[in-house]
C-alpha cells in the first residue's frame, strides 16, 4: 500500500473515533483543518477522485478535498496550514477541472481545493458591458459556463482554448492558446483584475496598475504564487454565426507560408489554426459528415491514403444581416491561399457550436469508452527559424508511419503576449504551437502509454541535441533542474516571486517545481 493511502486511512480512522484517540502527528494537523468554521466544507471520501486527472497517468491521493463555500474558506485554509509552518508537510492544490495531464492539480497526502465549488453557476459571474466590456467570474467557472452566461448579453470573451470544459483558473495558470491567440494574444493577455489566495493565506486583488508583481506572477504561473478565486476577463461583442474552413496542402512549406501571411495580414480570419495528418485513410470521407465541399465531383476524385497532409482550418465570424459580406472578404482571403484547390471544405455553424466543438467529440469518444484513457500528450512551442528542420525529422522520420491522436500546429505572434507573465516562450517573432495530442487506449503496441512515449522522447531528444529553441506548454518536468533549464534567464524571477507570495512552497506541488519547505 502507498504510503498516502495509510496516512489517508489513518485520517479516516481518526475522525470515525471523533479525532482524539490516536496520536498521528499529519492526520493531527489535518483534524485541526477540520475545527475551521467554513461556508463550505472538507471531504474525505473523494480524495480518490481528486488524485485522478486527464493525462491518467499519476495518481497521488489528498489527505482531503475542501469544496470551499467562499474566497474566506480558501484563505482560512492557506492560511492555518501556513502557520503550521515548516514542521508541517500539507500541501494545498487547487484544482480546477482536473484536466492536467501528470498530477499538476494533485497533491499527495495534503488538501486539493476544488475550485469548482467556489463557482455557484451564474449567479457569481457579472457581466459589465459599456465601451470596455468584460466580466467578472469565479476560478473555479468553466469556460463553457462563461461562454453560456456572457451571450446572455450579446458578449464573449476573446480568446480561447480549444476546449472550453476547463476552468478559468486552470487555464489562466498555464496560458490558453487557441486560433485567436495570433490576433488577441493568450487568455493570460485577456485578463484586466484578479483576486488571488497567496500561499501566506492573504486576499490580494491585483491588475497592471495594482499589485502588479503578483498580477503578471500568477498569470502563466502554474498555481505556484496563488490561488485565482477571481478573474476579470475582457469581452467583445460576439458574432452569431461562423464560417468554419478546413484545406488541405501536401507541402509543408506553402501551408506555413500562408499560415503566417494570414496571422500578420491586416484583414484576416478571426481563427486560424492548422493539424498534421499523417497516413489516414480516407481523411475527406470522414468530414463529409460535417463539412461541405466546395467541388464535390473533384473532391470524390483527391486520394488522401497513405500521404502527409497539412491542413489548415480558419474561421470567419458573421451575423446573418452580413452574410454577403462574409462571403465577399473569405472568397478574396482565399484566393490568396496555395491549397490545393479540390481539398475546400466549409460549414456554417453558430458561434457556440463552433467554440464547444471539442466537446461534441468528447461525447463520441466517452460512447466508445476512449475519454478516460491514458494520454500521453507532448505540447511544444517552436520558433518559426526552425519549424522546417523540426517537420523534416518529426513528420518525415520520427512519425512516418503512425500517429494516435490528433497533431495540432499552427503560429502565434509574441507580440501579444506580455513578457512580465510567467509563462515561457521561445524568443522569436512568430512561433508555433505544436501539439501532439495522443490517447494511448491499448496496454501495448502502437496505442499504448510506452509506444507513445517512445515518440515522444525521440521528439524531445531531437529538439534538444539539433538545438531547435524548444519551449513545453504544459511541462511535465519533474526535477527543479530541468525547471530551471525551461526558464532559463528567467528563473531567477519566478523564483523571487515564490519566495515573495508562497515562501513555504504550500502551492500546487503536482508541478514538482519546489519543495514544501521543512
Ligand atoms: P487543472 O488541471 O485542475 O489545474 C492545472 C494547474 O493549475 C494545476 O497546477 C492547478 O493546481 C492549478 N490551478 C487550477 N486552478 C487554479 C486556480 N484557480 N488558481 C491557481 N492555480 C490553479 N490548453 C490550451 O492552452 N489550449 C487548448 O486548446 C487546450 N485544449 C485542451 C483540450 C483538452 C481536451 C484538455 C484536456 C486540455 C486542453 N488544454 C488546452 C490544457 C489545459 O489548459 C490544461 O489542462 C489546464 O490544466 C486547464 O485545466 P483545468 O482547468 O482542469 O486545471
Not at 188 to 193: A, F, Y
Not at 370 to 385: D, F, G, M
Not at 417 to 435: C, K, M
Request: glycine share 8%; charged share 20%.
Amino acid at each position: 500500500m502507498k504510503p498516502s493511502t495509510v496516512y489517508c486511512l489513518k485520517l479516516l480512522l481518526l475522525l470515525a473515533l471523533g479525532g482524539v484517540t490516536m496520536h498521528v502527528p499529519e492526520a493531527d494537523v489535518v483534524a485541526s483543518l477540520g475545527a475551521l468554521r467554513l461556508d463550505g466544507h472538507f471531504s474525505f471520501h473523494d480524495a480518490p477522485a481528486a488524485a485522478r486527472d486527464f493525462g491518467n497517468r499519476c495518481s497521488l491521493l489528498p489527505a482531503a478535498v475542501l469544496h470551499p463555500g467562499s474566497v474566506a474558506d480558501i484563505a482560512a485554509t492557506v492560511k492555518r496550514v501556513f502557520l503550521l509552518g515548516r514542521n508541517s508537510p500539507l500541501t494545498i492544490a487547487a484544482r480546477g477541472h482536473g484536466h492536467s495531464l501528470l498530477g499538476q492539480s494533485q497533491a499527495e497526502g495534503g488538501i486539493v481545493v476544488k475550485m469548482e465549488s467556489l463557482a455557484a453557476g451564474a449567479t457569481a459571474m457579472k457581466v459589465h458591458g459599456g465601451p470596455w466590456p468584460h466580466v467578472d467570474v469565479p476560478g473555479g467557472e468553466l469556460w463553457i459556463n462563461v461562454l453560456h452566461e456572457t451571450l446572455k448579453h450579446g458578449l464573449a470573451p476573446r480568446s480561447w482554448t480549444d476546449y472550453l470544459h476547463l476552468t478559468v483558473g486552470g487555464t489562466l495558470s498555464n496560458a490558453g492558446v487557441s486560433g485567436q491567440a495570433f490576433q488577441h494574444g493568450p487568455q493570460i493577455s485577456n485578463v484586466n483584475q484578479l483576486e488571488i489566495v497567496t500561499g501566506r493565506g492573504d486576499v490580494v486583488t491585483c491588475s497592471p496598475e495594482e499589485n502588479s508583481d503578483l498580477f503578471y506572477a500568477a498569470l502563466g504561473g502554474l498555481g505556484q504564487f496563488g490561488i485565482i478565486t477571481r478573474a476579470r476577463i475582457v469581452l467583445e461583442p460576439a458574432p452569431k454565426m461562423v464560417r468554419w474552413i478546413r484545406v488541405l496542402y501536401s507541402d509543408f512549406e506553402t501551408f506555413t507560408e500562408d499560415q503566417e501571411m494570414l496571422i500578420t495580414a491586416e484583414k484576416t480570419f478571426d481563427y486560424i489554426e492548422g493539424f498534421v495528418i499523417i497516413n489516414r485513410t480516407g481523411v475527406l470521407n470522414t468530414w463529409r459528415t460535417s463539412f461541405k465541399p466546395q467541388d464535390p465531383v473533384q473532391a470524390s476524385q483527391f486520394q488522401s491514403d497513405g500521404r502527409v497532409l497539412y491542413c489548415l482550418e480558419l474561421t470567419k465570424n458573421f451575423n446573418h444581416d452580413e452574410a454577403d459580406i462574409m462571403e465577399q472578404e473569405v472568397g478574396a482571403l482565399l484566393s490568396r491561399l496555395r491549397y490545393i484547390s479540390s481539398t475546400l471544405f466549409h460549414n456554417d455553424v453558430t458561434y457556440l457550436e463552433f467554440l464547444d466543438r471539442v466537446h461534441t467529440s468528447e461525447l463520441k469518444l466517452r460512447a466508445q469508452g476512449l475519454w478516460e484513457v491514458p494520454h500521453p500528450w507532448l505540447n511544444l512551442l517552436i520558433p518559426r527559424s526552425t519549424i522546417h528542420k523540426f517537420a523534416r525529422e518529426v513528420f518525415g522520420k520520427i512519425l512516418k508511419d503512425s500517429n494516435n491522436g490528433p497533431i495540432l500546429l499552427y503560429p502565434v505572434n509574441r507580440t501579444k503576449w506580455n513578457n512580465r507573465t510567467s509563462a515561457v516562450i521561445p524568443d522569436e517573432e512568430i512561433f508555433y504551437l505544436v501539439g501532439f495530442l495522443s490517447s494511448a487506449p491499448s496496454s501495448s503496441g502502437h496505442g499504448s502509454v510506452g509506444h507513445a512515449m517512445t515518440l515522444n522522447n525521440k521528439i524531445v531528444d531531437f529538439c534538444n541535441k539539433a538545438g531547435v529553441g524548444m519551449k513545453q506548454y504544459l511541462a511535465p518536468y519533474t526535477t527543479q533542474q530541468q525547471w530551471k533549464a525551461h526558464f532559463g534567464a528567467r528563473w531567477e524571477t519566478f523564483e523571487r516571486r515564490k519566495h515573495t507570495y508562497d515562501p513555504l512552497a504550500i502551492l500546487a506541488p503536482g508541478q514538482r517545481i519546489f519543495p514544501k519547505a521543512s
